[in-house]
T-cell receptor, first 114, second 114 residues
């Protein structure tokens, strides 16, 4: 059973606010990822991390930032939210020995910017 | 251009019936292919993984096939249940680098009616 948690599940907030989406996993996985998913579209990688103090940008350009201070925690931050940031954000993690493929996904945060 | 194409985009079947979902990819070089199930409002959950040398793999009522020559995969669902209603996502991993890269399909939305 996957042990990866995202909070909040839903967030509706006004333009210009600072937002932090939380992601935590209890499996000790080194690799963690953030994906953006719009309805009917494929997942797009926006950030990934291969370990503590390691973060990289993904394929899809994003104005968000991430940090990896602890193995289990991989928060995503939007400094000033805009309507274009409205989307579903999925966090995932995997063990290093299984290659660069996410094994476990959180249930996502559905973000709506008014 | 998306290198993983899934068909059909959506499918409605009656409970108890079988169905087959298709995935065609152009990703090269190929490392592995996964099928994920994503329930509404939840994160994707891995169903099967197939490597280059595998032709068929089963997971309960789910059977995945892979033809690496034609770059096609299928997911066959036997004796469908209402709980099979979900989006099924095909994900291909390349081995173009030591890190690998994931290519996501847009999913097939399956609805099972009673």
């Amino acid at each position: 059973e996957a042990d990866i948690y995202q909070t909040p599940r839903y967030l509706v907030i006004g333009t210009g606010k600072k937002i932090t989406l939380e992601c935590s996993q209890t499996m000790g996985h080194d690799k963690m990822y953030w994906y953006q998913q719009d309805p009917g579209m494929e997942l797009h990688l926006i950030h990934y991390s291969y370990g503590v103090n390691s973060t990289e940008k993904g394929d899809l350009s994003s104005e968000s930032t991430v940090s990896r201070i602890r193995t289990e925690h991989f928060p995503l931050t939007l400094e000033s939210a805009r309507p274009s940031h409205t989307s579903q954000y999925l966090c995932a993690s995997s063990e290093s020995r299984q290659g660069d493929q996410p094994q476990h996904f959180g249930d996502g945060t559905r973000l709506s910017i008014l | 251009k998306n290198q993983v194409e899934q068909s059909p985009q959506s499918l409605i079947i009656l409970e108890g019936k079988n169905c087959t979902l298709q995935c065609n990819y152009t990703v090269s070089p190929f490392s592995n292919l996964r099928w994920y199930k994503q329930d509404t409002g939840r994160g994707p959950v891995s169903l099967t993984i197939m490597t280059f040398s595998e032709n068929t793999k089963s997971n309960g009522r789910y059977t995945a096939t892979l033809d690496a020559d034609t770059k096609q995969s299928s997911l066959h669902i036997t004796a469908s249940q209402l709980s099979d209603s979900a989006s099924y996502i095909c994900v291909v991993n390349d081995r173009g680098s030591t890190l690998g890269r994931l290519y996501f399909g847009r999913g097939t939305q399956l609805t099972v009616w009673p």
